[in-house]
């Protein structure tokens, strides 16, 4: 078997069921995808690098039983395509949720292409119902008590709770 290597970069401040969208679907295009957290310091983030680790792999493999052989969460503090080459990936994911995520992202693609012809960015648009959750907005809602459990898993519900 072809050995088809993908990575899906973010900060997962705090993983919502739009990034697990993303991530069932990538999966039906690789055999096996790094979900890369990154510990970009130019953001303010709710959870640690190590922290949003954790939540991620309690959601994923505890929470919907998801197969941990093949998606591999890692951090990373390098530039996106530095971690393609470290791990053979030619694949990059992003997701959509809406047309003004679309300007970033092209460029983002573009300057990713520029430094590593090799890689290939690959847009996958959030499913329908999940187009309108975002982190931002989790976090916002869960501050001011409102319900979160419709955006996010069990873990990330305890997670954000624990913090706040």
Do not use: W
């Not at 997962?12 to 957290?37: C, E, Q, W």
């Not at 922290?51 to 792999?57: G, Q, W």
């Not at 395509?81 to 949720?97: Q, V």
């Amino acid at each position: 078997m072809i050995r088809k290597i993908g990575i899906y970069p973010g900060t997962f401040d705090p993983l919502t069921y739009g990034h697990i969208d993303i991530i069932k679907r990538s999966l039906k295009i690789v055999n096996k995808l790094i979900v890369a957290v990154s510990e970009s310091s130019n953001k303010e983030y709710m959870f640690s690098a190590d922290e949003r680790i954790s939540i991620i792999k309690n959601s994923l493999f505890r929470d919907l039983k998801l197969c941990s052989h093949n998606i591999r969460i890692l951090s990373f503090s390098s530039l996106t395509t530095s971690l393609c080459k470290k791990y053979e990936a030619r694949t990059l994911f992003r997701g959509l949720r809406a047309t003004s995520d679309f300007e970033y992202e092209f460029q983002l693609a573009g300057m990713n292409r520029k430094l590593d012809k090799k890689i290939e960015t690959v847009f996958l648009m959030a499913d329908v119902d999940k187009q309108v959750i975002s982190s931002k907005f989790v976090k916002e809602i869960a501050i001011l008590n409102g319900n979160i459990d419709s955006f996010v898993t069990r873990s990330v519900v305890r997670a954000i709770k624990n913090k706040i």
